[in-house]
């Protein structure tokens, strides 16, 4: 028993499984090796399930009943959102119905959509001119996508005597493309993929792979790459062209602004809410690997 919140225990497996995600999340972005930040990610994944919990108990406590109609309306909406009952079931992991289960859950939810709505009100409704000094103040978030156009040169693997051959002739082209030999001219001779054109054109990141984007945007115009290698095979690239990002019309993103300041006005209410209900909250954590939120 590591975690008490208000007297209501935190089971180790839920504070496990939310570590676990916690860690995965960070591994994928490729942010942490094994464990070196295990005692933060644990931390942290306490401190989320305190914040969940005292919400829940506040939502309990403001709205201790709630009507059927609100659940079947509610249950009615998350099953139309899902596509079906049955998927509807499996997203919530239930893959047998069990309708006193599924009545609190839902119960729950219904609470905590009365408890937030009351927490934003009131919500703004802002007039085109603060929007306009919202988007200027926050134009980071309204930028068109940075592109570049690149040609390449590809030679896969298929049919070398080795990769030291491979990358020997690679190097050897390169040497002819930087001392001004036709770049086009000796991937269209020499591109395992002859149904692939050199010129890619314009391309946004996350079109190509990772590792082909990572080398092009980082690339001057009318630079010529390193040899690189992707799961494709070995490859030299040169930027023919750059669009910087650049901020999007106002009225092209008006709505959007909207949305923006929505969000940012909900963030900061929540972020206000929670932070009272810490301070009142009485957090036991029998186990501690850091500190966290409360008292």
């Not at 225990?9 to 490729?30: A, V």
């Not at 603060?130 to 049919?159: C, P």
């Not at 990358?167 to 036709?182: I, P, S, T, V, Y």
């Not at 992707?230 to 901020?247: D, E, N, S, Y």
Request: overall charge negative; proline content about 4%.
């Amino acid at each position: 028993m590591a975690l008490i919140v208000n007297g209501e225990e935190i089971e180790d497996e839920i504070i496990e499984n939310e570590f676990r995600t916690i860690k995965g999340h960070y591994e994928r972005t490729l942010q942490v090796a094994c464990c070196e930040r295990d005692p933060e990610f644990r931390a942290l994944a306490k401190d989320n399930l305190a914040s969940r919990m005292i919400i829940q108990q506040e939502a309990v406590k403001r709205f201790p009943e709630v009507t059927d109609e609100d659940v079947q309306n509610r249950l009615a909406k998350l099953i139309e959102e899902s596509g079906s009952e049955e998927q509807f079931l499996m997203r919530i992991g239930m893959p047998v119905k069990d309708e006193s289960l599924l009545h609190a859950q839902v119960s729950n939810g219904v609470r905590m959509d009365k408890m937030m709505t009351a927490v934003y009100a009131p919500e703004p409704s802002p007039t085109d001119d603060e929007m306009r000094a919202w988007y200027e103040k926050n134009v980071q978030y309204f930028l068109t996508d940075e592109e570049v156009k690149a040609s390449h040169i590809t030679l896969s693997l298929a049919g070398a005597k080795s990769r030291a051959e491979i990358f020997a002739l690679m190097r050897e082209l390169r040497g002819k493309a930087q001392n001004g030999a036709d770049f086009d001219a000796l991937a269209s001779e020499h591109n395992s993929n002859k149904e692939t054109p050199p010129d890619l054109g314009w391309f946004k990141r996350g079109e190509f792979m990772e590792e082909f984007e990572c080398i092009a945007f980082s690339m001057s115009e009318g630079e010529i790459s390193p040899v690189f290698t992707t799961q494709l095979g070995f490859h030299i690239c040169k930027l023919t062209g750059r669009k910087p990002a650049v901020p999007k019309p106002f009225e092209d993103v008006k709505e959007e602004v909207r949305h923006r300041m929505l969000e940012h006005h909900r963030d900061e209410k929540f972020n206000v809410f929670v932070d009272e209900l810490k301070k009142s909250a009485k957090i036991e954590d029998l186990d501690p690997d850091e500190e966290i939120g409360g008292h």
